[in-house]
RNA sequence: GCGCCCGUAGCUCAGGGGACAGAGCAGCGGACUUCUAAUCCGCCGGUCGCAGGUUCGAAUCCUGCCGGGCGCGCCA
């Protein structure tokens, strides 16, 4: 149990005791200012009007009636505060914890209903770009933050391969591919053809493959090998792109298979059986207005293809029959108005409306030289998340794309990224972790034993208090869905370090000393490395 | 027009009822014979978009404006 719940249980002991009242969300947080304890509560200026007594009052009293064997002292303070500081002792004890569950420490067992979360989904239609790079990185540290904070939860990628897109696509490369041969391949609208220069690499490797065979196919036979090859070569693309961006998946979902499985003409079925569709204009409509949707919504189009609601709707309800309760969804934000409608579509078919979930990241603008970057030649109108890898590394693009909200719009300066990347907040982290690396290394040993708990220097206790904090960052991050919390964290832990590392020397004759300060670069090391690999971001022992 | 999100230091962003609003970058000035100076310390810099309201207390909650983004397709 961390030092906030028990005091706060120990507060509301004292609450109990001094005014025989039980009052629960008793509120314990750490203070800005070092002078004002390590931990304090305002619970008397907050229930000074219910108590009919002056805060300050009520705050002596409580301080008079606390029974907290680990608070060395409480004191009034300010218009009410109660501010306390821990016996070194009972740090040490949690500092012992600390080391004994290594980079493990403020992990939980998994527990609860399965939770799945999608992210990325980007169509198989190009490279990644750096947009989806942001979901990326969100969404692979979301899915570890998560998985530390115990949350039952698995991740999945849906490839949608089997919509108007991909079909444009498949003609966007049919393309060029006959255009290597010398032959013009007939598309009905020009302009909505994929630019990019990949095309004219993956017709270039089809050619290679099967040379010009595929042009003495039927026309429509050939488009459906052509398309198959150029989704699957994305694919391919997409998964290297996300394995050097070290993004992993439990599951791959390809949207093919529910149009190849009849399960979207069973949904329909349904459908019309609870009555909730009907026809209108050629056109089949799902009445999503009266599941809490602005206006009903097209299912069948008039000319007899789905629209993106019938496949999403077998894909969501497959999530629930695999058992997950919770399906949350990384978005971009473009897409806000989608959710209200899926949702109502689920809650249709009998899901709970809370099924559903979805998260939007907003966009990111790469900026170079104060300009917009907006499209490269390789990609076509936008930029390939490769290209951005290369120029900045994976760890700077990894703890950049992370270190601001998720909803929040984001300017991604390269040329910060780049050519500051000395006075990068990613190196200045990963730097504290180097220098505790390079303090063993000289020490020749890692501590073994701990010295008996000695008296903390003001350096040593914030470090201290900072290292302590991190199970509730962790749990707070999980249940914020926010990834941001943890570099600003772990900024923060790297500041104390290299503060307490300025001012004392850890390798010192005397055995008792070195050996506690050992054990706080031990459990520094251990938050960070357990930090940074929440982020997807590298823990180096050197640098 | 309606709905959702966002306006915090020159720039990029934290903080989302409490004690003087924080960090990084940029700018200025200090600190390496001692475990890595990719560091540390100090200075400069803010009517927290504006105006009301709730509260003992508001950057934080409520309302209204202003400014920006996104959505309101038989596109996904």
């Known amino acids: 149990m961390s030092f906030e719940e028990r005091l706060a249980d120990a507060v509301r002991e004292a609450v109990h005791k001094a005014y025989g009242i039980e009052l629960d969300g008793i509120h314990v947080e750490r203070p800005n200012d070092p002078s004002h304890g390590d931990f304090a509560t305002n619970v008397a200026l907050a229930n000074a ?44 004890g949690e500092i012992r914890a600390l080391l004994r569950h290594g980079d493990r420490y403020g992990w939980n067992e998994p ?19 750096v947009a989806h790079g942001r979901h990326a990185a969100y969404g692979d540290s979301l899915a570890r933050i998560m998985d530390a904070a115990g949350r039952n939860v698995s991740t999945e990628y849906y490839f949608n391969d089997g919509g108007n897109q991909v079909r444009l696509f498949g003609e966007s490369v049919a393309v060029r591919y006959a255009a290597l041969f010398g032959e013009e391949w007939p598309v009905s609208d020009p302009d909505a053809l994929y630019k990019g220069d990949y095309t004219e690499e993956i017709a270039r490797d089809l050619a290679a493959e099967h040379d010009r065979q595929l042009l003495e196919l039927e026309r429509d036979e050939a488009l459906r090998e052509i398309t198959a090859f150029a989704t699957r070569w994305c694919m391919d693309d997409i998964k290297r792109t996300l394995g050097r961006a070290r993004v ?56 007899g293809t789905y629209t993106y609601m019938g496949p999403d709707l077998v894909y969501h309800r497959d999530k629930w029959d695999r058992g997950f309760r919770t399906a949350v969804n990384v978005l971009g934000a473009d897409h806000a108005g989608y959710p209200p409608r899926l949702r109502a579509g689920l809650v249709a078919l009998g899901l709970p409306r809370d099924f559903l979930d979805v998260e939007l990241v907003r966009l990111v603008k790469l900026v170079r030289e104060g300009e917009q970057v907006k499209f490269s030649k390789r ?28 909803k929040t719009e ?27 690396s390079s303090i063993f290394e000289r020490a020749g040993t890692t501590p073994e034993h701990l010295a008996p708990p000695g008296e903390l220097a003001p350096e040593e206790r914030l470090l201290v208090l900072e290292l302590l904090d991190f199970p509730r960052v962790i749990d707070n991050a999980a249940a914020r869905r926010e990834v941001h919390p943890i570099p600003t964290y772990l900024e923060t832990l790297a500041t104390r370090f290299h503060q307490f590392y300025t001012v004392h020397r850890v390798l010192v004759d005397d055995a008792d000393v070195r050996e506690r300060r050992l054990a706080l670069c031990a459990a520094t090391k251990a938050v960070l490395r357990s930090g940074l690999d929440l982020l997807g971001v590298n823990a180096p022992e050197k640098m």
């Open 49 to 92: 009007r219910v108590l009919r007594r002056n805060p300050r009052e009520v705050a002596e009293n409580l301080v008079g009636a606390l029974e907290a064997p680990f608070v060395r002292e409480a004191k009034v303070a300010g218009p009410g505060f109660v501010n306390f500081w821990l016996s070194s002792e009972a740090l040490w």
């Open 111 to 129: 527990s609860g209903e399965p939770v799945l979360l999608e992210f990325v989904s980007a169509n198989p239609t190009g490279p990644m770009t």
């Open 248 to 303: 992993s998946f439990d599951s791959f979902f390809n949207e093919k298979s529910v149009y190849e499985s009849g399960a979207i003409e069973e949904i329909v079925r349904e459908l019309e059986e609870s009555g909730t569709v009907y026809e209108s204009e050629g056109a089949l409509w799902l009445a999503t207005s009266k599941f809490g949707d602005d206006k009903d919504r097209v299912l069948v189009k008039s000319d």
């Open 379 to 406: 990609a076509g109108n936008i930029v390939a998340f490769d290209e951005l890898l290369d120029e900045v590394g994976e760890d700077v693009a990894r703890y950049f794309y992370v270190r601001s909200s998720h």
């Open 410 to 436: 984001m300017n991604f300066d390269l040329d910060l990224a780049i050519r500051q990347s000395d006075e990068n907040p990613v190196f200045y982290v990963q730097y504290a972790h180097a220098r505790i």
